[in-house]
Structures are given as C-alpha cells and as structure tokens.
C-alpha cells in the first residue's frame, strides 16, 4: 500500500508547478474529469477569472487562474456554481486541466 492511501483509499491529488493544489479521497469522476470538494482545493492557489462556459447538461461553468510561485496558468480549473439535476452531484466542485496533473 503507498503513502497515498489509507485503507485502501485512493487520494487523489491535482499538481501544478510543483505543487499540490488540491488533495481529496472524495473526487467524483465526469467525462474523464476529477472534481475535487472545494474544501479540498488550497484556496492561496485560486484566482478567480471573468471566463465562463456553456455545457448543455451540466450548466455554466466559472473559472479560476492558478498562481503558484510566481506562475500564472489561466482558467485552468472550473467549477459549477449551479449544475443543472443531472450534474448535482458536482455542483460547487473543482476540476482541473491545462496541465494540471491528477495523480494518486
């Protein structure tokens, strides 16, 4: 069993520039996407950002730049602040990509 588990729970952690910006064994897996609890996210991390998107089932989506260490990687993590019923299980939730690693 490594480090990264406590009986045999995954954590799942997502990492930029070196650095873990959000670690939880309670992700919730959509379209190939880790949304992580938002308590799980360090929020010292998190810029918010102006860009939204449209998904047809989920609803809008709002954005945050992360900086870490003097880096700036744009929009790229996103949440929804309201989903629509079939996505409610991620309402609030944070997602990451533009590489951002998810590792375990």
Known sequence: MSDDTLFGVVIM?????GQIIAESNETVVVEFNHYFPVR?????????SD???????????????LSVNGDENLDAAWYYPT????????EGMVAFWKGVEIID
């Open 51 to 65: 860009t939204t998107s449209v998904c047809p089932w989920k609803g809008v989506a709002h954005y945050y730049s």
């Open 40 to 48: 799980s996210v360090k929020q010292e991390y998190l810029n918010p």
């Open 83 to 90: 989903t629509s019923e079939e996505a409610k299980n991620i």
């Open 13 to 17: 952690k997502a990492v930029w520039n």
